[in-house]
Nanobody, 115 residues
């Protein structure tokens, strides 16, 4: 099994920045994909960004140029640097690790963008 623990959420003003972290532990294979999804109130969960073990990244159009995903393979940790935050970025952000086509999810961390 794999356990994921997220941190870094909170309240931030529009235009501000936050950095999310997600540490994975357990039975982790060297080849996997880690990433972030988010779910806003009343909406479906959506992809934010993913990163492979070889650091290939993929972003949702809505966050390109504002968010940066990175990872530290030695620490099995993925990060999401979020800049120029907007009210519409308000959501619960979930970390995911996918290996052998099996996803493991974190418990989620709330990001609120409001003045």
């Amino acid at each position: 099994q794999v356990q994921l623990v997220e941190s870094g959420g909170g309240l931030v003003q529009p235009g501000g920045s936050l950095r999310l972290s997600c540490a994975a532990s357990g039975s982790i294979y060297s080849s996997n994909v880690m990433g972030w999804y988010r779910q806003a109130p009343g909406k479906e969960r959506e992809l934010v960004a993913t990163i492979t073990s070889s650091h290939t990244t993929n972003y949702a159009e809505s966050v390109k140029g504002r968010f940066t995903i990175s990872r530290d393979n030695a620490k099995n940790t993925v990060y999401l640097q979020m800049n120029s935050l907007k009210a519409e970025d308000t959501a619960v952000y979930y970390c995911v690790l996918s290996q052998w086509n099996l996803p493991f999810w974190g418990q989620g961390t709330l990001v609120t963008v409001s003045s």
